[in-house]
């Protein structure tokens, strides 16, 4: 998909009737029900975190910033055995780090300039720098390694289930998500929240786009920890379930609330217990 393709795709979902949108996701009877989140009366819909209202934003970074040094202090102890463990039972480094896309609030003038912005070689640069960064703003992710250090030798690819690329203490750390742990820090850092979207890699970014309808609206909002569609739906990496995360994190951007965060937090800590959705 061209630049131009990405502005056009971006603009008309945005310009469309967003709450109807939603509205449809949310009646679907192909997503998990969600009965228990609070539904909020908007006059206009929430198209990114600039249309959340001010004191909703500050409130849910304060939380974040409590809450993410609260567990890195209380959960040291864990941390330190699963990154011995992880030392212990297979070679290569303790964490993982990759590049995912996180929050985009270019506006579609933004898209438009970059997209006419050189000529020549010139141009083919900016193209090659658009392909990883015009989808949102890039941030290196950590997470405990649980694949052998050579998981991608042939290239970039979703994980699946009973993927033979994860390591026997990484399958125990899928399934209880102790491997996303490290991820406090970049909470901390305000790349993440401690709900929001799964953030994605850049390299499928361009795929999902064509694929999954309104895919690129769900970077209007900071990527998450933990989410709606995390706990409802888990990590299937199939197009459905691309579709149905997407339907559930605009549901989300639409509700998003302090409460909501709340209560999606609370039934996070049911699937880290049970182990529901693990890849």
């Known amino acids: 998909m061209s630049a131009p393709d990405v502005i056009s795709e971006v603009t008309l ?38 249309s959340i209202d001010l004191w ?3 409130a849910k970074r304060a939380m974040d910033v409590f809450c993410a040094a609260v567990m890195f202090v209380l959960l040291a102890p864990v941390m330190l055995l699963v990154a011995l463990a992880v030392r212990l039972t297979s070679p290569g480094p303790i964490l993982f780090r990759q590049i995912r896309t996180g929050l985009n609030l270019r506006t579609s003038r933004d898209r438009r300039a970059d997209a006419a912005a050189t000529n020549g070689n010139r141009r083919q640069q900016s193209s090659d720098r658009r392909q990883s960064t015009c989808y949102g703003k890039p941030f290196v992710l950590y997470k405990f390694r649980t694949m052998r250090i050579d998981a991608e030798k042939n290239g970039a690819q979703f994980a699946t289930k009973g993927d033979p690329r994860v390591t026997p203490i990484g399958r125990f750390l899928r399934k209880t998500r102790l491997d996303e742990l490290p991820q406090l820090w970049n909470v901390l850092r305000g790349e993440m929240s401690l709900v929001g979207p799964r953030p994605e890699r850049p390299e499928f970014i361009e795929q999902l786009s064509e694929e999954v309808p309104n895919y ?8 998450g920890l933990t989410g709606l569609a995390q706990v409802l739906n888990g990590y299937d990496n199939d197009i459905a379930g691309f579709r149905r ?35």
Do not use: F
């Open 13 to 50: 979902a945005t310009d469309s009737d967003l709450a109807a949108i939603v509205a449809d996701y949310a009646n679907s009877a192909e997503l998990p029900p969600a009965d228990w989140l609070t539904r909020l009366e908007l006059e206009r819909p929430q198209t990114n975190l600039r």
């Open 56 to 58: 909703t934003q500050r």
């Open 216 to 223: 690129l609206l769900r970077l209007g909002i900071k990527p």
């Open 245 to 279: 995360k997407v339907a559930l994190d605009l549901l989300y951007l639409q509700n998003c609330c302090l409460g909501n965060d709340l209560k999606i937090l609370v039934r996070t800590v049911g699937v880290v217990l049970t182990g529901k959705g693990a890849l």
